[in-house]
């Protein structure tokens, strides 16, 4: 069984920064891609950043240049560093496995608690 336990999330004005952790434990997390999901009040769940065991990215268009995911395979923690957040950045964000910017991840059963971020103008 997969647990997922994020963290580091909060308000913060437009432009600022935020860096979150998740940490993974059980099976299959040292092999697999991992990545950062978002969702937004009345929308669904979308993966908009992840990355392989060997260091690989993947973005969507709205964070590119502004988020960076990378992870420490030794402590199972995988971390997204976001920097000139703006409202639409506005969202619970949770971590779990993933490759594909968009999927929804419907394909996993486990998921932890989030975190919420939470931009202000």
């Known amino acids: 069984q997969v647990q997922l336990v994020e963290s580091g999330g909060g308000l913060v004005q437009a432009g600022g920064s935020l860096r979150l952790s998740c940490v993974a434990s059980?099976?299959?997390?040292?092999?697999?891609?991992m990545g950062w999901y978002r969702q937004a009040p009345g929308k669904q769940r979308d993966l908009v950043a992840a990355i392989t065991r060997a260091g690989r990215t993947n973005y969507a268009d709205s964070v590119k240049g502004r988020f960076t995911i990378s992870r420490d395979n030794a402590k199972n923690t995988v971390y997204l560093q976001m920097n000139n957040l703006n409202v639409e950045d506005t969202a619970l964000y949770y971590c779990?496995?993933?490759?594909?910017?968009?999927?929804?991840?419907?394909?996993?059963?486990?998921w932890g608690q989030g975190t919420q971020v939470t931009v202000s103008s």
């Open positions: 779990n496995q993933g490759w594909t910017i968009g999927s929804k991840g419907d394909e996993y059963d486990y």
């Open positions: 059980g099976s299959g997390f040292s092999i697999s891609a």
